[in-house]
């Protein structure tokens, strides 16, 4: 059996370094290689790339707008990257942020759908000719924070954009719109209004119907005050025995006792204490005044007044 050499033993360890150190750059690289992340390469500076997909649509079509930002996260802390776009005269919208190690991507949709986007893709030229022309987008803001806390900013640059109009020069030049005629479609109700309407009056006259009838029956419980209207050539006495039996008609035991302390005053005055006592007597009596006394206290007036 031949024996190897130490020159081929040397090479034979140089082959086995050569295929290890081959399969541990595999083990490190491939991973990146197939996520298109470019391995593990780290840029020394904040690298941006910015990119419109398509770069030329037609009016009204979207626009994906992407950014990607890539940062050394030994430098750079990739959760505090932040854009700041604008993308006047466009309409942006759904807006998506996406992390994956150093490399952070921004994608916005973007859509021409204003007057000021139509101003500013097209220009007038001389004879009234209409020509397209790009639209430069204003620059963005990139901001981050580094690992010790320092505030990071800079500006990046979009690519131009072509929006084309949907209608040729000749079309606009020839065709005038039409909307044709326009014809309100009839109106739909769940309810007639009319059947609404008849049923709102005859609400409202029962209602009307109903207060009439409660005012009347309110006045109708109101008793209406008896006046008491003594004839003009009744004497001073014979009032106030009128007084005294309209009071006690109506149960008014103290206005019968006044009216009977007025009378035995007006007795009293005009000479007659007798008819003055009783008449005091019966004012105030433990019982009260009655009708029954009164009238007999009127007759005895009057036949005082007649002998006299």
């Known amino acids: 059996m031949k024996r190897l050499g130490k020159p081929q033993l040397g090479a034979i360890a140089a082959a086995v370094a050569a295929a290890a150190l081959a399969l541990i750059l595999l083990l490190v690289l491939a991973p990146g290689w197939s996520h298109n992340g470019g391995g593990s390469y780290v840029p020394r500076a904040t690298v941006v790339e910015t990119r419109l997909d398509p770069p030329s649509v037609l009016f009204g079509d979207q626009v994906a707008a992407t950014a990607r930002v890539i940062v050394d996260a030994d430098e750079v802390d990739p959760a505090s990257v932040s854009l700041d776009p604008s993308f006047k005269p466009f309409q942006a919208f759904h807006t998506s942020r996406t992390v994956r190690d150093g490399e952070i991507t921004f994608t916005f949709r973007l859509q021409c759908v204003t007057g000021t986007c139509i101003r500013a893709m097209e220009r007038e030229e001389r004879g009234g000719r209409i020509r ?6 204003p620059k963005a803001t990139v901001r981050a924070k580094s690992i010790q806390g320092e505030r990071l900013a800079f500006h990046t640059g979009w690519p131009t954009l072509v929006v084309h109009s949907r209608l ?6 020839k065709e005038t719109p039409d909307v044709g005629p326009f014809a309100a479609p009839p109106a739909t109700y769940s309810v007639s209004p009319d059947v609404v309407g008849w049923l709102l009056i005859a609400v409202a006259a029962v209602l009307v119907l109903v207060a009439g009838w409660l005012i009347a029956r309110s006045l109708a419980g109101v008793r209406r005050e008896r006046v008491l209207r003594l004839p003009a050539h009744l004497t001073p006495a014979e009032r106030a025995l009128a007084l005294a039996r309209h009071a006690l008609d109506r149960g008014d035991v103290a206005g019968g006792r006044k009216a009977l302390e007025r009378l035995a005053n007006e007795l009293e005055r005009g000479g007659r204490d007798d008819l003055a006592e009783a008449a005091g007597r019966t004012a105030w009596s433990s019982g009260g005044p009655s009708v029954r006394s009164v009238d007999e206290l009127t007759l005895a007036v009057r ?5 006299s």
């Open 303 to 307: 036949s005082s007044a007649n002998g």
């Open 168 to 173: 040729t020069a000749e079309r606009i030049q």
């Open 132 to 137: 397209t022309v790009p639209i430069v987008l």
